[in-house]
């Protein structure tokens, strides 16, 4: 439970730095440009690199069955290879934050939509002052 609850702030507390530097660099319309999101664009930058490392983790553990099932041993058909790819199928092994299998595919949604709202705060589509 700690590990979830450090993964969903940790991604919250990235996503509100980069905007909230965004707005600062909006309001004060003076030279200190870049210099005041860059820090929180690189910290949004490595939690993303985290965020697609667990979803790797996912990734590994559903190709376990296909890579059990490739190897040799004596037997053709083993039953109790069977067993183990059966128990590793039904146990829907990889990364959980709150019992949702964190896959890439929701890291990419996470990703993109970061991306879109940011875009439209730093392009002014979206005007919250």
Request: proline letters at 2%; a negative charge.
């Amino acid at each position: 439970e700690t590990v979830e609850r450090g993964f969903l702030v940790l991604q919250a507390t990235a996503f509100a730095s980069l905007l909230l530097g965004l707005i600062d660099m909006k309001q004060s319309r003076e030279t200190a440009g870049i210099g005041i999101v860059l820090p929180g664009a690189l910290n949004l930058l490595a939690i993303v690199m985290v965020f697609f490392r667990a979803a790797a983790v996912t990734e590994k553990c559903e190709h376990v069955p296909t890579f059990i099932n490739a190897l040799f041993f004596e037997q053709i058909v083993d039953p109790e290879r069977h067993f183990v790819v059966d128990h590793i199928i039904q146990s829907a092994a990889g990364f959980y934050v709150y019992d949702v299998c964190f896959t890439t595919v929701m890291a990419m949604k996470l990703t993109y939509s970061c991306a879109a709202i940011m875009f439209a705060f730093s392009t002014g589509v979206l005007s919250i002052i």
